[in-house]
């Protein structure tokens, strides 16, 4: 802290002795001045103790000492000392009697004491504070430094910097979940200011704020964390009143050590990403062994347990993306699961454990979102590294209906348990299937046969001649002949499942009802 105006009467070398204002000794002098002039206000900035020996002073008259004291209380002075001997033998009773109406301190300055010796003690304390600021700030990079490469990282300097501050810090990802919290009984406090901190993250780096939510809160000061344009995470302190300038270089000491670790983090997490790219593409090709001994340890047991696989896609709105993976990994790092997330095109795919929390966060996350964010998440149903290239399908299959139906989140299970005849309506199903019987029609229209109709009996009585003739009231040879005109007008043959497939389908999209006619 800076010098006192009681450290100074308590100088042996100065005899600075207290005339007025003993119960104010505690203010702290930032600078010592002396001027002679009647107002020597506009070159002052606050916090000075200004030295006179009053030569120009009108010492005899009360009302212009008052309006004297007064200009110098109302430009920040925090005292006042007079230099006897010189001008004056003594102290003016009317500057006496100003300064005790204005409670500005006033110590009388002995002539032996020249003012430039108390500038000198005022200079010599303050460069000694700043000396004992600076290497404290040192003394607590250091500590911080150490506890963040211990096996304890972020909680450790989290731990020391709460203890440096005097208060509770936690450090946030952008999604603004608390990842780390010290001390823990700080947890419920730090939880509020989710809001804060995702506006802040959305600011360019470096950014700051100061917050609170109650009068009696904590005073709580946000600072952002990572070198890029936007920040990686951001820290948060709470301290029961502004920080001093030890606190200050131990909050910018931290900022900057947490800044080196997100940095490497990115790097490793950045490897990390390939890595589960590689090994998702060896999953997806029906190579489990080969996936499992490239990834080791690096997923735990992830690998071996019951797990599922969700694709997300968020159209225009890559944001909704990156945090919909902030989330899955803050939730998976704070339960101690491991979670393999890897890009798919635009999209996003992760693996999480069945019935985890970082599957519960994907699913909460995707809840909480409105569909005009663009944000979709197809879910499959649990399985296993065996199975996983047909469980990513079955993800994308409900994807790709989650967008059609306008829903953020749709399991595989909802698309399978239901009907796929609603599906039908999407105006993308209708065009592709006006496409693919357009000639069918056209031979129809022109007068030259049922083809369209014959072909719905025949699939309807799953190609069985004679009971699909029947139904058409013709003869089964005619029939045969419809059929064959069919497969020469589309040029596909119907003893293929899936063109049979694709006809009925088409013909379903396309009838005046669900059920056709």
């Given at each position: 802290?800076?010098?006192?105006?009681?450290?100074?009467?308590?100088?042996?070398?100065?005899?600075?002795?207290?005339?007025?204002?003993?119960?104010?000794?505690?203010?702290?002098?930032?600078?010592?001045?002396?001027?002679?002039?009647?107002?020597?206000?506009?070159?002052?900035?606050?916090?000075?103790?200004?030295?006179?020996?009053?030569?120009?002073?009108?010492?005899?008259?009360?009302?212009?000492?008052?309006?004297?004291?007064?200009?110098?209380?109302?430009?920040?002075?925090?005292?006042?000392?007079?230099?006897?001997?010189?001008?004056?033998?003594?102290?003016?009773?009317?500057?006496?009697?100003?300064?005790?109406?204005?409670?500005?301190?006033?110590?009388?300055?002995?002539?032996?004491?020249?003012?430039?010796?108390?500038?000198?003690?005022?200079?010599?304390?303050?460069?000694?504070?700043?000396y004992r600021t600076v290497t404290a700030g040192f003394a607590a990079q250091r500590e911080l430094t150490r506890a963040a490469l211990s096996d304890g990282g972020h909680h450790a300097l989290l731990d020391r910097l709460a203890a440096q501050v005097g208060g509770w810090a936690a450090l946030y990802d952008l999604s603004g979940t608390a990842t780390a919290v010290a001390p823990s009984w700080a947890a419920r406090r730090a939880a509020r200011l989710g809001t804060e901190v995702r506006r802040l993250g959305a600011r360019s780096a470096p950014a700051s704020a100061v917050c609170a939510h109650e009068p009696d809160d904590d005073r709580v000061e946000l600072q952002t964390v990572g070198t890029g344009h936007l920040p990686r995470a951001v820290l948060a302190i709470g301290t029961g009143a502004p920080l001093g300038t030890a606190e200050r270089y131990a909050l910018q000491s931290a900022v900057a050590v947490l800044t080196l670790l997100t940095e490497r983090s990115r790097a490793y997490q950045a490897a990390e990403a390939r890595l589960g790219s590689a090994v998702l593409r060896m999953l997806l090709s029906g190579e489990p062994d080969h996936a499992r001994a490239v990834a080791g340890q690096l997923y735990g047991t992830l690998l071996d347990a019951p797990l599922r696989v969700l694709v997300a896609?968020?159209?225009?709105?890559?944001?909704?993306?990156?945090?919909?993976?902030?989330?899955?990994?803050?939730?998976?790092?704070?339960?101690?699961?491991?979670?393999?997330?890897?890009?798919?095109g635009d999209g996003l795919v992760l693996l999480a454990a069945d019935g985890g929390a970082a599957l519960a966060a994907a699913a909460e996350y995707a809840a909480g979102q409105e569909p005009r964010t663009g944000l979709a998440v197809g879910m499959s149903a649990p399985t296993g590294t065996a199975t996983a290239d047909t469980a990513y399908q079955h993800a994308r299959e409900a994807l790709l209906v989650a967008r059609r139906r306008g829903r953020t989140l749709v399991e595989h299970d909802d698309v399978a348990a239901g009907s796929v005849l609603p599906l039908l309506a999407d105006d993308a199903v209708r065009a592709f299937a006006d496409g693919m019987l357009r000639a069918l029609r056209e031979h129809d229209e022109r007068g030259r046969g049922d083809l369209v109709a014959s072909l719905r009996a025949w699939l309807a009585r799953h190609g069985q001649w004679d009971a699909a003739a029947a139904d058409l009231g013709v003869h089964r040879h005619t029939l045969r002949y419809r059929m064959r005109r069919v497969e020469e007008i589309l040029d596909r043959s119907l003893d293929d499942p899936d063109v049979r497939m694709e006809l009925w389908l088409a013909l379903k999209a396309t009838a005046r009802s669900p059920l056709g006619s």
């Open positions: 802290m800076l010098p006192t105006l009681a450290a100074l009467t308590q100088h042996t070398g100065l005899k600075l002795a207290v005339r007025a204002g003993a119960d104010r000794l505690d203010a702290e002098v930032r600078w010592a001045h002396a001027s002679e002039l009647t107002d020597p206000t506009p070159w002052l900035d606050g916090g000075e103790l200004l030295l006179t020996t009053g030569l120009k002073l009108p010492v005899a008259d009360e009302a212009l000492m008052r309006g004297y004291v007064e200009r110098l209380a109302g430009a920040g002075v925090v005292g006042l000392g007079f230099g006897v001997g010189v001008n004056h033998p003594e102290v003016p009773p009317a500057l006496l009697a100003a300064v005790g109406e204005a409670g500005l301190p006033l110590l009388e300055v002995p002539r032996r004491t020249p003012f430039i010796a108390i500038a000198k003690a005022v200079s010599a304390a303050i460069a000694t504070e700043q896609g968020a159209g225009e709105e890559p944001k909704a993306l990156t945090e919909l993976g902030s989330a899955v990994e803050s939730a998976a790092a704070r339960a101690g699961e491991s979670v393999l997330a890897a890009a798919d």
